[in-house]
T-cell receptor, first 113, second 113 residues
Framework: GQNIDQPTEMTATEGAIVQINCTYQTSGFNGLFWYQQHAGEAPTFLSY????GLEEKGRFSSFLSRSKGYSYLLLKELQMKDSASYLCAVRVDRGSTLGRLYFGRGTQLTVWP | DSGVTQTPKHLITATGQRVTLRCSPRSGDLSVYWYQQSLDQGLQFLIQ???????AKGNILERFSAQQFPDLHSELNLSSLELGDSALYFC????????????FGPGTRLTVT
C-alpha cells in the first residue's frame, strides 16, 4: 500500500509562517496535492506538484522532492481563518487505477491571535 | 462552490436500514470518487467510476455498492447500516486530462442511531 505521513497537529500565531511536512512512500507516483479542510466541510484543492521544486500561489507555497519522497506546504502571514486540517495526497497511476489519490490523515493547524 | 453537488446534506436513520446518497459531478467531469470520513479516521477511499465504469475499489464494505449512470451522476447505496457507518460521505470529481485534482462536494452527513 501507500505510506503517507504528516504531523497530527501544529499551532502557530497570527501573522507567522508555518511549514507542514509530508513524507510518502509509493510506487506509480504521479503528483502530490495539498487540500485544506475546515471542520465539517469538504476538502478544497490548494496546490499540485509533480516536478521537483517550489510552486507559489499567494500566501501558500508547496515544495516537492521526488527523490526524497518529501513535500511541504508553507503558509505565510497566517490568518485566523487558516485554522483547518491540511491534507497531503499523492496520485498513484498503476495498472487500471488512473488518477486515484491516497490521502494522509491530515495536519490540524490552529492559529492563535 | 466546487460545482459538485450531493444530496441529501444530512441523513438520520436506524440500524439495519438502507440509504442512497446521490452525487452530480462538475460539468464535463467523467470521473467520480466516493470517500468516507469518520471522526477518528482520515479520508477513506471507497470507489472510483469513470464514464459509467468502475475503475478502482478501496476499502468498500460488501454492504455498500455504487454506480454511475449515463448522465454521469453517481449513487452510493449503503445497506444493513451499523452504528459505525455514521460518517461524512464525500463525492469528488476530476476533469479529464488534468493533473488529477479532485473537486469535492459538500458531503452527506449520515447518522445511524
Amino acid at each position: 500500500g501507500q505510506n503517507i505521513d504528516q504531523p497530527t497537529e501544529m499551532t502557530a500565531t497570527e501573522g507567522a509562517i508555518v511549514q507542514i511536512n509530508c513524507t510518502y512512500q509509493t510506487s506509480g507516483f504521479n503528483g502530490l496535492f495539498w487540500y485544506q479542510q475546515h471542520a465539517g466541510e469538504a476538502p478544497t484543492f490548494l496546490s499540485y506538484n509533480v516536478l521537483d521544486g517550489l510552486e507559489e500561489k499567494g500566501r501558500f507555497s508547496s515544495f516537492l522532492s521526488r527523490s526524497k519522497g518529501y513535500s511541504y506546504l508553507l503558509l505565510k502571514e497566517l490568518q485566523m481563518k487558516d485554522s483547518a486540517s491540511y491534507l497531503c495526497a499523492v496520485r498513484v497511476d498503476r495498472g487500471s487505477t488512473l488518477g486515484r489519490l491516497y490521502f494522509g490523515r491530515g495536519t490540524q493547524l490552529t492559529v492563535w491571535p | 462552490d466546487s460545482g459538485v453537488t450531493q444530496t441529501p446534506k444530512h441523513l438520520i436513520t436506524a440500524t439495519g436500514q438502507r440509504v442512497t446518497l446521490r452525487c452530480s459531478p462538475r460539468s464535463g467531469d467523467l470521473s467520480v470518487y466516493w470517500y468516507q470520513q469518520s471522526l477518528d479516521q482520515g479520508l477513506q477511499f471507497l470507489i472510483q467510476y469513470y464514464n459509467g465504469e468502475e475503475r478502482a475499489k478501496g476499502n468498500i464494505l460488501e454492504r455498500f455498492s455504487a454506480q454511475q449512470f449515463p448522465d454521469l451522476h453517481s449513487e452510493l447505496n449503503l445497506s444493513s447500516l451499523e452504528l459505525g457507518d455514521s460518517a461524512l460521505y464525500f463525492c469528488a470529481s476530476s476533469p479529464l486530462g488534468g493533473s488529477g485534482e479532485q473537486y469535492f462536494g459538500p458531503g452527506t452527513r449520515l447518522t445511524v442511531t
